[in-house]
């Protein structure tokens, strides 16, 4: 089929965090006639970006305008507060659209898999980003801030990220957009030691050197690391001269585990060959059990071997940050192994290696894994939507009557589903950035549902 202005290839996309915003930049950035239009479970765009990235990052925050202006297209629609499976399930969508595009990420988290995980006081980065980034899924969590150490379990740019949080005084976050009620549970907060760990040694760890110096920037924190850390096995002393970042993270690290203590009033402690066996108490965590590490070489890759030597942590919160996983969505394959929809560059698989279900595509964390920065996305969606317009002259399933774009709206009326569009999120985003000009602060959020659609008379 031949696309034209008046019936354009019609595509929805499920999720719009960074990569369903690239996926629909590409879309339109091309000469096929499209008309896209972006899902999203809660009201609020952006995803990640929103929710995800540090509320003291905001310049990697700034590219929602490039987002904005995605959104400006007439060609692109957003409708949030609709959820995937419930308010549109894929024999709906595939009703109204030639092809989907699933962008959904990553949005639960790996287990450690050791005794104890479950008590209280032990979560993952995930939920306590989400919780001091405003998520409304995690505005009642309330993290345990009232005894005096807390473990931080991994050595990648989110355990990087929580530590700062943790570390940072209340003033300082009130500079930034982070969640209302996070600042102030940590206004409160006792905790005087913060304690990453890494099972492997510091040539390994996943942290970029711009995130790693800034654990040493802190002015409300010492930060420490053991020099006998620093004596690198022989595979990764080699790596320095592999890989310059590596290079530059050692540099970084040998300066912190020089530097002398100023007794500022919290220590981050940045611990290598160091795994959590056990997380202790009864009901609520009381510690964390440590084993110290050696690293083997197996087959080129250095891997974290427990020594049998251990030690115990008095911590009274754990948080696990050893990587994101994805959710399998009801109706599409789903890679359990992976924990991604097993796709061929972007075109949905009906298992790993398997035929190509016709007309599903997949980009983002959910496509690849959860690995890269915010920009990786662009040319992971780009490459999807090469193959969905390869795909294209194929596509057009879409009824004449089901292809007009006001369809899925009276469809999504008609079954009471109260979706917030783009105009809803101008007005509450001039709303939240009103409320942070007058407190000087980039902008305050709504953390809640509800009242994102009191204020914008959705309800
Ligand atoms: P990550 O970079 O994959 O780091 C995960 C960490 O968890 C690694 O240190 C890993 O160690 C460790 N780990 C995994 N399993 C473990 C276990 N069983 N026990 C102990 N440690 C374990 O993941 P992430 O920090 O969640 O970040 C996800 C992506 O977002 C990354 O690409 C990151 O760069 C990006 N990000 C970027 C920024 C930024 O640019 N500012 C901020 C946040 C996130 P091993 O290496 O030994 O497996």
Not at 176 to 203: C, F, K, N, W
Request: proline content about 6%.
């Amino acid at each position: 089929m031949t696309y034209t202005p008046e019936r354009p290839l019609r595509v929805g996309i499920v999720g719009a965090g960074p990569a369903g915003f690239f996926a629909a930049d590409a879309l339109i950035k091309q000469d096929v006639p499209v008309s896209v239009d972006l899902f999203d479970r809660l009201p609020t765009p952006f995803g990640l970006v929103r929710y995800g990235v540090a509320p003291d990052h905001q310049k990697i925050k700034s590219v929602t305008r490039l987002y904005q202006k995605t959104l400006d297209d007439p060609r692109v629609r957003f409708f949030g507060h609709v959820s995937y499976g419930q308010d549109l399930t894929l024999t709906e969508l595939r009703r109204f659209y030639d092809a989907i595009i699933y962008t959904v990420g990553a949005p639960s988290d790996r287990p450690l898999g050791i005794p104890g995980e479950t008590l209280t006081g032990s979560i993952s980065a995930t939920e306590f980003v989400a919780w001091y980034n405003g998520h409304p899924d995690y505005a009642e969590l309330s993290p345990e801030l009232s005894m005096g150490s807390v473990a931080v379990v991994g050595m990648g740019n989110v355990a990087v990220d929580v530590t700062r949080i943790l570390a940072k005084t209340a003033d300082e976050l009130l500079q930034t957009d982070i969640a209302d009620h996070a600042v102030e549970a940590l206004r409160h907060s006792q905790v005087r030691d913060i304690y990453m760990l890494g099972r492997r040694g510091p040539a390994q760890g996943k942290f970029t050197t711009k995130e790693l110096r800034e654990l040493g920037e802190l002015t409300n924190a010492d930060v420490v690391v053991d020099p006998a850390d620093m004596e690198l096995d022989p595979i990764s002393e080699a790596s320095l001269a592999e890989d310059p970042m590596v290079a530059k993270n050692i540099e970084v690290l040998r300066e912190f585990s020089v530097r002398a203590q100023t007794g500022r009033p919290r220590r981050v402690h940045i611990k290598f060959l160091s795994s959590p066996v056990a997380v202790l108490g009864d009901t609520k965590v009381e510690g964390l059990r440590v084993e110290k590490n050696e690293l083997r070489d197996r087959g080129g890759v250095l891997a974290a071997v427990g020594t049998g030597e251990t030690e115990v942590l008095p911590v009274g919160l754990v948080l696990r940050s050893v990587g994101y996983r994805g959710v399998a969505l009801p109706g599409v394959p789903f890679d359990e192994k992976r924990s991604v929809i097993p796709n061929e560059r972007g075109r949905v698989t009906a298992s790993a290696g398997g035929t190509v279900v016709p007309g599903e595509y997949v980009a983002g964390w959910i496509k690849r894994g959860p690995t890269g920065v915010i920009g990786t996305n662009k040319a992971d969606a780009a490459e999807s939507v090469r193959c969905l317009l390869e795909d294209a002259p194929g596509l057009a399933r879409v009824v004449d009557t089901d292809a007009a774009p006001e369809s899925v709206e009276r469809f999504l009326e008609a079954k009471g589903v109260q979706f917030f569009s783009f105009d809803h999120w101008l007005e509450l985003d001039a709303l939240e950035l009103e409320a942070g000009r007058a407190q000087g602060r980039p902008r305050v959020k709504l953390t809640r549902v509800e009242e994102m659609l009191r204020r914008n008379r959705v309800t």
